[in-house]
């Protein structure tokens, strides 16, 4: 729920009021002639009673700023929209494997692991496909669905924050991870349905060949996208050692050549990341290629506030009305 003022402008008379109020607290009282002054001093009274006696003034200007509150119409409000658009389906297969503990990449400056680097750049991906229906697996020596297709963005941006290197595994199970991701989408009537995979290392583990997984997403009408994470030549990792914990260089095998192969095979292309921008840059060139038209329709549903205003600023009159009429009478 959000709050707002339909008509904010009426809070330029609420100068108005205030000014008033000043110079009705401090205006001298009105006079009457009257030949002997001294018998009238003792009515008058103290100067605490010439305060109490302005109480109605300051009720008064309470029940006008209340009115302006009223005026103004606080209102709690939510939106709902109605997505018209055929829309996209896309499985995104993480790898999270123990080499994604690799300090070769930088967010903003900061040395961190590929992992790290990934879950940054995807979860940019997710907020910009608003209307698409995308769903998350994970991959390590197991895949499992992480979450089915869904347009819950949050709930996908919060899997993809609480994503661990090892959580399914150390080693490397691509053609579980491409077969997995392609029973999500093989049954569903989508304009378009795609399969991402990003991985920085090679097949080791599960009973699928990669290649064998990819030739039956492509019979499913599915387009299949490769992404191999890491540069050349050895990457450092974060290992403890005699001397404390060290940054120590290890070779980090990625096959490119399957990559390659899948992604032909799937329709798609494959796509090397060396660091954070190319990851950047390769994810807006997925997101520019699978573009959805689509239609919003945006409904408002508003919930009026002003009768909490309105009430205590009748009451408030009232009592002004009554203290004016019965306790505190004035000469007229």
């Not at 103290?46 to 305060?51: A, M, N």
């Not at 006008?64 to 896309?90: E, T």
């Not at 199970?173 to 049954?187: N, P, T, W, Y």
Request: proline fraction near 5%; hydrophobic fraction near 50%.
């Amino acid at each position: 729920m959000m709050f707002r003022f339909a008509y904010p402008v009426m809070f330029l008379l609420a100068p108005l009021a205030l000014g008033w109020l000043a110079y009705a607290f401090f205006k001298k009282p009105t006079g009457i002639t009257y030949s002997m002054t001294s018998p009238m001093a003792a009515l008058a009274g103290s100067g605490r009673s010439t305060l109490v006696a302005r109480i109605p003034i300051i009720l008064r200007a309470c029940c006008l700023l209340l009115l302006i509150l009223v005026a103004a119409r606080p209102q709690l409000y939510n939106v709902s929209r109605d997505v018209r658009s055929p829309g996209v389906d896309i499985m995104l297969c993480l790898d999270t494997s123990g080499s994604m503990q690799a300090l070769d990449f930088k967010v903003e400056g900061d040395s961190v692991t590929r992992l790290e680097a990934v879950k940054k750049v995807v979860a940019d991906f997710i907020k910009k496909r608003e209307a698409d229906r995308i769903g998350l697996v994970v991959f390590g020596e197991e895949a499992f669905t992480q979450s089915p297709l869904t347009i819950d963005k949050g709930l996908l941006l919060d899997l993809v924050g609480r994503m661990t290197i090892g959580m399914a595994g150390d080693r490397t199970a691509i053609g579980s991870a491409i077969a997995i991701g392609g029973k999500r989408l093989k049954d569903l009537k989508a304009k378009s349905k795609i399969l991402i995979l990003l991985t920085d290392g090679r097949n080791n583990a599960g009973e699928i060949s990669p290649q064998a997984a990819a030739q039956a997403v492509r019979e499913f009408g599915i387009k299949l996208y490769t992404i191999g994470v890491g540069g050349e030549g050895p990457a450092p990792f974060r290992m403890k050692t005699l001397f404390g914990t060290r940054l120590v260089p290890q070779q980090v095998d990625l096959d490119e050549v399957t990559l390659k192969k899948v992604a032909a095979t799937g329709g798609g292309k494959y796509f090397r990341a060396a660091n954070s921008q190319e990851l950047q840059e390769i994810y807006d060139i997925i997101d520019r290629a699978e573009k959805t038209d689509v239609k919003i329709k945006e409904f408002f549903h508003f919930k009026e506030l002003y009768p909490w205003f309105l009430v205590p600023a009748i009451l408030i009159f009232l009592l002004e009305l009554l203290l004016k009429t019965w306790i505190l009478r004035v000469i007229p």
